[in-house]
């Protein structure tokens, strides 16, 4: 029942932007904390970003800090990734997880539903 479909992924150049969605269903999505994990080719899953209930609290990955934006829409269901400055080495499929735990985590093992994926390659 639970579903998280990512979408807005694409081929860009080094420096530019794009915006991914995650439209959630299935749940009450106002209740749960939010983020995104991204995993390259050979590489093991990585914290992208997590964003609580109310969107009063934010956590970001030292690696895309300072460029990346976390944000949700509680009454559209749907959370969001405002990705800028976009870098070769940001090349990967992001994740959308749903968080199972109140206190901010950054362990995929603290996510219990996970949408399809979405690519995202940055050319340089």
């Known amino acids: 029942q639970v579903q998280l479909v990512e979408s807005g992924g694409g081929l860009v150049q080094t420096g530019d932007s794009l915006r991914l969605s995650c439209a959630a269903s299935?749940?009450?999505?106002?209740?749960?904390?939010m983020a995104w994990f991204r995993q390259a080719p050979g590489k093991e899953r990585e914290f992208v970003a997590r964003?609580?209930?109310?969107?009063?609290?934010?956590l970001y990955g030292d690696s895309v800090k300072g460029r990346f934006t976390i944000s949700r829409d509680n009454s559209k269901n749907t959370a969001y990734l405002q990705m800028n400055s976009l870098k070769p080495e940001d090349t990967a499929v992001y994740y959308c997880?749903?968080?199972?735990?109140?206190?901010?985590?950054?362990?995929?093992?603290?996510?219990?539903?996970w949408g399809q994926g979405t690519q995202v390659t940055v050319s340089s």
């Open positions: 997880a749903r968080s199972q735990t109140i206190r901010p985590s950054t362990s995929t093992r603290d996510f219990d539903y």
């Open positions: 299935g749940f009450t999505f106002s209740s749960y904390g």
């Open positions: 964003i609580s209930r109310s969107a009063i609290s934010s």
